[in-house]
């Protein structure tokens, strides 16, 4: 477990950096642990910093010219929810726009870590509401039945 916090942590610093992204402490745990859907979360921000560095490069056909050649920092993070499916509607934004909205003196990892946390913490509801109205049938279900035996006791003299 250590060595794949290790990894990733590596990974991060060396070249996700590169690519003007950076992965939570949080996420990369949630990775080594195999929480499910955090490695693909991770991959799809990665594709999408990859086309982006390829657009941002066309002279030289989508690859860098040299290494290193490339700026950190030169892509804006995107938020989260865009990444997802079934990221709420109408949450793409453009990094210029990105940069408008962000508040002055918070960096652009810091937006995305709290965007990946608010799309998370998203999920997690849409799974509780998903639990509630489970439990609320069960509920109803438990209450037909109590009315039933109620009436055969009823029936039978005994209530």
Do not use: C
């Amino acid at each position: 477990m250590q060595q794949k916090l290790y990894n990733w942590n590596t990974l991060n610093t060396k070249v996700f950096r590169k690519l003007g992204m950076q992965l939570a402490k949080q996420h990369m745990q949630d990775i080594a642990n195999g929480v499910p859907g955090a490695i693909e979360r991770a991959l799809k921000l990665l594709k999408i910093k990859i086309s982006e560095y390829a657009e941002e490069s066309p002279s030289s056909g989508g690859k860098p010219a040299s290494p290193g050649s490339f700026a950190p920092g030169a892509l804006q993070p995107q938020p989260f929810e865009q990444l997802l499916p079934g990221g709420s509607p109408g949450a793409k934004a453009s990094p210029a726009r990105l940069q408008a909205v962000q508040p002055a003196g918070i960096s652009s990892e810091v937006l995305a870590d709290k965007e990946r946390s608010i799309v998370e913490l998203r999920e997690t509801n849409e799974i509780l509401e998903t639990k509630v109205r489970k439990l609320e049938q069960l509920v109803k279900l438990k209450d037909a039945k109590i009315q039933t035996l109620v009436a055969r006791l009823q029936a039978a003299g005994l209530a």
